[in-house]
């Protein structure tokens, strides 16, 4: 699987989008990028994943660039409760094995 | 999305004793779960991976004989940490692929305590 890179931190104003970047510039064709994030001492949660396109749901949305190397999920309005470390990961598809790296802790501000 | 529960929540044993974690899946039927570990401060490392009805195939430097995986069911699957010490402390937390919707989904974890 390819490596990812996400910042340790970043924190975010509650109601204001939070940009959370990844990059990954070793993705092979073949594989996803998945987004999920871990609320302080529960399972992480599954937020988005994608191939080559952008994706969106009810959670979040993702951008990947057009060279696959890069990708940012924006949630769009962050509350209090995203507060949470976020987690990018490349995997070849989700029956595979998932390689969880240190994410990125987003703390949400009032 | 997808349910994955996990029991218990949390669990204290003593040094020396078995302890067994249960996951399941709730509202799917799973041929593939994994399980992985999670220290203080630390991100989660994959332990194992479980097919039904087959062996679990294990990550290097797990145990196979100390973290026993059972996969008998396709909602079903258990770990149980054997003579588990006081290192075996940690979180414990299940996953299950949802088959076709091509997602892994992570029940809430278990908190075990070895005194």
């Known amino acids: 699987d390819a490596k990812t890179t996400q910042p340790p931190s970043m924190d975010c104003a509650e109601g204001r989008a939070a940009n959370l970047p990844c990059n990954h510039s070793t993705i092979s064709g073949n594989e996803y990028v998945y987004w999920y994030r871990q609320i302080h001492s529960q399972g992480p949660q599954y937020i988005i994943h994608?191939?080559?396109n952008n994706e969106t749901n009810e959670m979040a949305s993702l951008i990947i660039t057009e060279d696959r190397k890069s990708s940012t999920l924006i949630l769009p309005h962050a509350t209090l409760r995203d507060t949470a470390v976020y987690y990018c990961i490349v995997t070849w598809a989700s029956g595979s094995r998932l390689t969880f790296g240190e994410g990125t802790q987003l703390t949400v501000n009032p | 999305g997808a349910v994955v529960s996990q029991h218990p929540s949390w669990v204290i044993c003593k040094s020396g004793t078995s302890v067994k974690i249960e996951c399941r899946s709730l509202d799917f039927q799973a041929t593939t779960m994994f399980w992985y570990r999670q220290f203080p401060k630390q991100s989660l490392m994959l332990m194992a991976t479980?097919?039904?009805?087959?062996?679990?195939?294990?990550e290097q430097g797990v145990e196979k004989d100390k973290f026993l995986i059972n996969h008998a069911s396709l909602t079903l699957s258990t770990l149980t940490v054997t003579s588990a010490h006081p290192e075996d402390s940690s979180f414990y937390i299940c996953?299950?692929?949802?088959?076709?919707?091509?997602?892994?989904?992570f029940g809430p974890g278990t908190r075990l305590t070895v005194l």
């Open positions: 994608g191939l080559k």
């Open positions: 996953s299950a692929r949802q088959p076709g919707i091509d997602t892994q989904y």
């Open positions: 479980s097919n039904e009805g087959s062996k679990a195939t294990y």
